[in-house]
């Protein structure tokens, strides 16, 4: 039964229709192509563009971009990333460019700009009336990564006076070219923000009522300075379509809307796994558009500076030759302790910064996560020795007291790992380093050393070496 | 300058309120500390008391919640977590429990009678009318995670031939009880959908305009069956407030919306996140709520398992006892050659966990994504191999032939641990298990093996051991 389905797979519609654009295209029919394409709604055209670009060149994608509908084309070009969008600036016409600019989102637009090169946006904004120019140098000079960054000046200011039904009107005239109209702004003559009103108790109330009646009147707002990261977190948290930023003065000077904040977790999200997972990215871009050389770059510190920690573990290593000539049966049980040293330590740091990243635990927390991990770890690391205990002595055949160096140094390394695992990344956060960066790799190059320490100190306790 | 900012510390605020709110409960006060409780806002409220269950008890969690003002009590409710809601439901009144379920937004509702026990849920459905108590038995029915368990059926629906001023008059009407009205929906005699139209293009069009003439009619939708996760993959993509949910015969049968969906991009990428740190929770509590038990549970498997993997790593160790006796220098660049395998594996898989989650890598790519992993192998692993040559023969005065033994192995080790650590997560994902589980402690077990294998092989062939 689960073919009788009268919902058709999206996706499979979404492939078909792909391989026939690129059939079209190595017959060089561009229209024909240009046709196929305009079957989709834009966010689809945007990620067929991307993957043209792909399977054949960029001038193939700007050839199929220009031909689309002039409307159309800036749809697309708002949902193409800024790498994409700058390349296509690059080769397209001055009244193109023009065009494209003044047709999209105010937010949209000043994105770009912040990736072209100055003297490019000198020329754009040679013809630009000026106070719109001083507005784009306003917000050209927000820190990337901002709620300034982040957010668009083109929102609905509603009179504190105003009825519901001169509220209904002006939001009727100015609708249009505002970013969204389901959340209002009422400022004070002082551009101050005294509250916020959403289109929903406008449009249920009596057309008599005033703004200042149904306006919430203390909001949650985002500073102009603030990472927008710590943007995100409000929307998370309070579930909200739009965010009010204001200045140091308190004046609304944007807002955030919700639908950037999705782009906005997606990418910080990926930051953080990256960073977890010892890359170290620089770009926006993709895995498949980043260059061999990029995915080097992005790897290769990393990866030499845990190397070199390594070169602390030889040189603990080459201190017990003699430990492991006399006993070479310890060797065999070392990689096992390393490994789970290094794997009880990835998941307390995993969970700690996860919950930091949440907001969920604080820098206040960390004597209650000391002691939670100090349980886990005594329970845990007790379970996995009992195990090898056996399977040392019973499996392995090897003297009950080489069993007992292992199976007590399991328990300590797994405490120790727990417990630099939940540690370092709320020091790290501490003193301003990325938790992120505390995770995996770097967790399994400082638990080999405690590792092999703890091991070979408890040979020489229990076998005399 | 830093601190002349009009901008209130909001976190500094909420603090000393709580600190204050501590100090009453400890005295007894519990109006006092009610009163300071409602300066807040809902959302913060029920952050206050899941911190003061947390520092006291759930009964004095309750008895707070209870003292609140009733309209208050359920938009806190709300907030809270289910598990939270649950604890709270089994302490209350029947009466308060009634009151509570009856304001509660559906989806909300749903979600807390999904926890509880079938004869509670029961004796509430008793006194529910029949239409209602039918819907509630279908929303119940739904599957955990999917579309259809985190949809609401309180959704505007709109007639095709009303115009734009009938339409908002409706709207008016029945707003109040819908989770949004900024989307409204179109569907024909048979309920099947036909069409989405917004708020924004209502308020803004001339009021004799038909909805037909406004509406999209071919909507982004997500199936009934769907996971979340695809449903939240959609808003990512498309940045709407709300997308509808259809059955197999495409008749709508509920709405999404975006602040909901924010609640479920948190939740899975904790699963995410967690998964590749080598946790796998069973609990959506967050760290500090789960009881050290439930830490052991989500942890000890994982590390049992991945021990065990030691044990092959162990046998073939010990294959090689003969060859550490003969030059027990090979032992010391072990840990290096192991850590450096299981980072670089970690790298990879990380890169192509994340882009699989973001929809950018498919199946598809996996030629390409092989390739990519080839070419950056070799690069990182010549690049790690020169620096350790002269370190080994230079500082550590080493015979050169260890050297050679050390770096090619080195080379080999970073381009095999490429390879697995990208090609696994896909594989996995082509056979349908979570490609997360294929990331940091995974891939640092199988790498150890296959290092220790290559070191071994090299160590024959270039020393004669």
């Given at each position: 039964m689960e073919n009788v389905n009268m919902v058709p797979d999206m996706d499979q519609a979404y492939e078909d229709s792909f391989y026939k654009i690129i059939e079209l295209l190595e017959t060089k029919k561009y229209f024909h192509a240009r046709d196929e394409l305009l079957k989709h709604n834009e966010v689809e055209i945007a990620e067929m563009l991307v993957d043209i670009r792909r399977e054949f060149d960029l001038k193939t994608m700007v050839v199929l971009f220009r031909a689309l509908p002039k409307d159309i084309s800036v749809d697309v070009f708002a949902e193409l990333s800024v790498e994409d969008q700058v390349d296509i600036i690059n080769i397209i016409t001055d009244p193109e460019i023009r065009y494209i600019l003044d047709e999209l989102d105010f937010d949209d637009m000043i994105d770009v700009l912040e990736e072209l090169p100055s003297n490019i946006v000198d020329k754009i904004l040679d013809k630009t009336p000026k106070s719109e120019r001083r507005l784009i140098n306003t917000f050209l000079k927000y820190k990337e990564d901002s709620a300034g960054a982040l957010m668009t000046p083109e929102y609905i200011n509603l009179k504190k006076d105003a009825t519901v039904r001169e509220a209904l009107d002006h939001i009727k005239d100015v609708g249009l070219d505002s970013e969204t109209i389901y959340t209002c702004y009422v400022v004070d003559s002082g551009r101050k923000l005294i509250g916020v009103v959403s289109l929903k108790s406008l449009v249920i109330s009596p057309d008599t009522m005033k703004v200042s009646d149904l306006m919430h009147d203390d909001p949650v707002v985002a500073h102009v300075d603030d990472d927008q990261e710590e943007v995100s977190d409000l929307f998370t948290r309070y579930g909200y379509l739009a965010i009010p930023v204001v200045d140091n003065e308190f004046r609304l000077v944007g807002i955030v809307t919700v639908d950037d904040i999705l782009e906005v977790i997606e990418e910080e999200t990926t930051e953080d796994i990256e960073r977890m997972g010892g890359v170290i990215d620089?770009?926006?871009?993709e895995y498949l558009d980043r260059s061999v050389w990029q995915h080097v770059k992005a790897r290769l510190p990393w990866l030499f500076l845990l190397m070199c920690s390594y070169f602390v573990t030889g040189g603990i290593l080459a201190r017990f030759e003699d430990a492991m000539s006399a006993v070479i049966a310890l060797v065999i049980y070392m990689p096992m302790l390393m490994g789970t040293g290094g794997n009880s330590g990835s998941q307390s740091s995993t969970l700690v910064i996860r919950g930091m990243a949440t907001g969920e635990l604080e820098l206040g927390d960390f004597i209650k996560v000391m002691w939670k991990e100090i349980r886990v770890g005594v329970i845990v690391g007790i379970c996995l020795s009992i195990l090898n205990y056996f399977r040392i002595v019973y499996l392995d055949h090897n003297p009950p007291l080489v069993a007992v160096t292992v199976c007590v140094s399991m328990i300590l390394i797994v405490i120790i790992a727990k417990l630099i695992g939940s540690m370092l990344p709320m020091i790290a956060k501490r003193i301003g380093i990325d938790p992120a960066l505390m995770a995996g790799p770097m967790m399994a190059s400082i638990t080999d050393m405690i590792s092999l320490c703890t091991y070979f100190i408890m040979a020489g306790l229990f076998l005399h070496i």
């Open positions: 620089t770009s926006d871009r």
